[in-house]
Structure formats: C-alpha cells, structure tokens
C-alpha cells in the first residue's frame, strides 16, 4: 500500500481523506496536539509538527512516496520559510517523495483587468500573500527538478463550501462596488479542490500547473448577491470603487482591487475533471433542495 503524506491538516485534508483513505496509509502533520485524535479517527496516522518549527518535522522524512502540500505560507515577508522548512525536512532522507502536490492560489496572476486568465498568462503578482505563494512554487519548482520529482501545483480561488460562506460580511453591510466598476473573481467548492488533488496525484505529468475553478466566473457583488438572496439577508450597499477602498480592511480590499476571469479547460481535459459544483448558483440550488 502506498503511502501519503498530508501537510496542512486542515478544511479541504479533512474532506480529501475519505476518498484516499482505502487507496494508501495516510500520515497528516498535526501542529496542534489537541487534534491528533480528529485526525486519527478520521483515518490518518497523526504526526506532531509545525513548519515554523524546523527542528519538530524530523518524522516526516522518508515517511511518504506523495506528499499533498496544502499549508499556507507564514503571515510575513515575501518568502514562504515553511515550504522552505519542508523541503529541508524532506532531503534529511535518501528516501525522496514521487511526488507532491500543491495548492497555491490564483492571486498569483494578479490583476487581469476583467480578462481570461489561462495556466500560460504571465504572472503579475501584487499582494504580498500571492508573492510568497509563488516563492512557494518556484522552491517547489527547483526542489523537485533537481531531485526528478513529479509535481502538481493547482492554483485554487476563492474556496467556499456550504459551511464556509462569508455570511458575516453580508451581516455587518459592508459595501461592495457598483456593477460598472465591480471585478470578477472565481470559486471552488472545498469538496472538488480535494477531488482535484486526489485526481491530480495520478496525472502523469513530471510538471504541471492547473486552475482549479469552477465553470462560471462571477462579479464579486453578484455572488454575495446571491447569497444575501438565498439566505434571506439584505443585500450589500454598493458605493463607488475608491469609497468602499476607505471603508474595508486592506486584506478585503486585496481581494476586491484584482479582476480576472479564470479558465479550467487544461483541468477538464487533461484530467476529465468533473465538478460536483460547477458554479456557486449550483451549489445554492442543491441547498433548496435539501431544504
């Protein structure tokens, strides 16, 4: 049975495991002891470690033939020191993984003014967590070239799930931007950018870049639009772009200021990826149901 090492125990790991679970033995690197138990009983062989920790991550050596990477970079500085820690922790063994897969974000495209973005669009990163995001791949990148490890790095937008929604900013009105100067933004489910990351664990590829996103690209006020309808909440009041910029926190802004329409076509095709939630709308229709 092969094995699998699973760093970043958290939302979408906690999804991916019951689909993997019969297919290999799964490690998961548990920073806080209190989880371990979570992780055990959901099928996982716990692992204490933290990637700000160097000296803590001695047991993940040679542990594993894939790695699922799905830990966020640190909060500072443009450098990503915990994909630097985990490499360092992974060459302390002759035994290298086979190969790793990744999950960086589509900040790293930056602002396309509202245009497509493919895997191929030159990158034109501007917050600084998208800038350690690509720090992240290129170590990835370089780490794994030189040691032949296949890689898959799959760039994910905003994720959302029916437990994860962002009711709060709905609740407290903070404004959004008219339609006429609003950005376009993109979506996953969690439950389909776990699916991704098993399915891409197969892909045959030695290195590979894919867009995780669903099929339908949406301005930013219709999405909490739609939720504010669904739930039964007041929609958002909608002021011009440089007033909402005084108004909401800079990490808000950030991700309101860039406007890009994404593309999954390389993940469709190369990996006859099937979505469980091919858009937000699809997502909400499904909780009627069950309603």
């Not at 019951?18 to 099928?43: T, V």
């Not at 803590?56 to 994909?83: C, M, W, Y």
């Given at each position: 049975?092969k094995?699998?090492?699973?760093?970043?125990?958290?939302?979408?790991?906690?999804?991916?495991?019951?689909?993997?679970?019969?297919?290999?033995?799964?490690?998961?690197?548990?920073?806080?002891?209190?989880?371990?138990?979570?992780?055990?009983?959901?099928?996982?062989?716990?692992?204490?470690?933290?990637?700000?920790?160097?000296?803590?991550?001695?047991?993940?050596?040679?542990?594993?033939?894939?790695?699922?990477?799905?830990?966020?970079?640190?909060l500072?500085?443009?450098?990503?020191?915990?994909?630097?820690?985990?490499?360092?922790?992974?060459?302390?063994?002759?035994?290298?993984?086979?190969?790793?897969v990744?999950?960086?974000?589509?900040g790293?495209?930056?602002?396309?003014?509202?245009?497509?973005?493919?895997?191929?669009?030159?990158?034109?990163?501007?917050?600084?967590?998208?800038?350690?995001?690509?720090?992240?791949?290129?170590?990835?990148?370089?780490f794994?070239?030189?040691?032949?490890?296949?890689?898959?790095?799959l760039?994910?937008?905003?994720?959302?799930?029916?437990?994860?929604?962002?009711?709060?900013?709905?609740?407290?009105?903070?404004?959004?931007?008219?339609?006429?100067?609003?950005?376009?933004?993109?979506?996953?489910?969690?439950?389909?950018?776990?699916r991704s990351?098993?399915?891409?664990?197969?892909?045959?590829?030695?290195?590979?870049?894919?867009?995780?996103?669903?099929?339908?690209?949406?301005?930013?006020?219709?999405?909490?639009?739609?939720?504010?309808?669904?739930?039964?909440?007041?929609?958002?009041?909608?002021?011009?772009?440089?007033?909402?910029?005084?108004?909401?926190?800079?990490?808000?802004?950030?991700?309101?200021?860039?406007?890009?329409?994404?593309?999954?076509?390389?993940?469709?095709?190369?990996?006859?990826?099937?979505?469980?939630?091919?858009?937000?709308?699809?997502?909400?229709?499904?909780?009627?149901?069950?309603?």
């Amino acid at each position: 049975m092969k094995r699998w090492l699973i760093i970043g125990a958290g939302d979408v790991a906690a999804r991916m495991v019951p689909l993997i679970q019969h297919r290999a033995r799964l490690f998961a690197l548990c920073r806080n002891p209190e989880k371990a138990d979570y992780w055990r009983d959901l099928g996982t062989t716990p692992i204490i470690g933290d990637l700000d920790d160097p000296q803590s991550l001695t047991q993940i050596a040679g542990i594993a033939e894939g790695v699922f990477h799905f830990a966020p970079p640190n909060l500072g500085g443009d450098k990503d020191l915990r994909t630097r820690h985990l490499i360092s922790a992974l060459s302390r063994s002759n035994s290298l993984p086979q190969h790793i897969v990744y999950i960086s974000t589509t900040g790293v495209y930056g602002d396309q003014q509202g245009g497509w973005v493919d895997e191929t669009t030159r990158k034109q990163t501007q917050s600084a967590r998208a800038i350690r995001r690509v720090d992240a791949e290129n170590q990835l990148r370089r780490f794994a070239c030189h040691q032949t490890i296949k890689l898959t790095i799959l760039r994910a937008p905003g994720i959302y799930a029916e437990d994860r929604l962002p009711l709060k900013r709905l609740s407290d009105q903070l404004p959004l931007v008219t339609k006429e100067e609003d950005s376009w933004s993109n979506h996953i489910h969690a439950l389909d950018l776990a699916r991704s990351a098993v399915k891409s664990m197969y892909q045959p590829r030695n290195s590979r870049a894919y867009n995780v996103v669903d099929n339908e690209p949406m301005q930013i006020g219709d999405f909490y639009d739609q939720l504010a309808d669904h739930f039964q909440l007041n929609r958002a009041p909608r002021l011009a772009k440089e007033q909402v910029k005084n108004i909401i926190s800079e990490i808000s802004w950030s991700f309101i200021a860039e406007s890009r329409k994404i593309t999954n076509q390389r993940l469709t095709k190369e990996l006859n990826f099937e979505f469980l939630y091919p858009s937000v709308t699809s997502c909400l229709a499904k909780l009627k149901l069950i309603k």
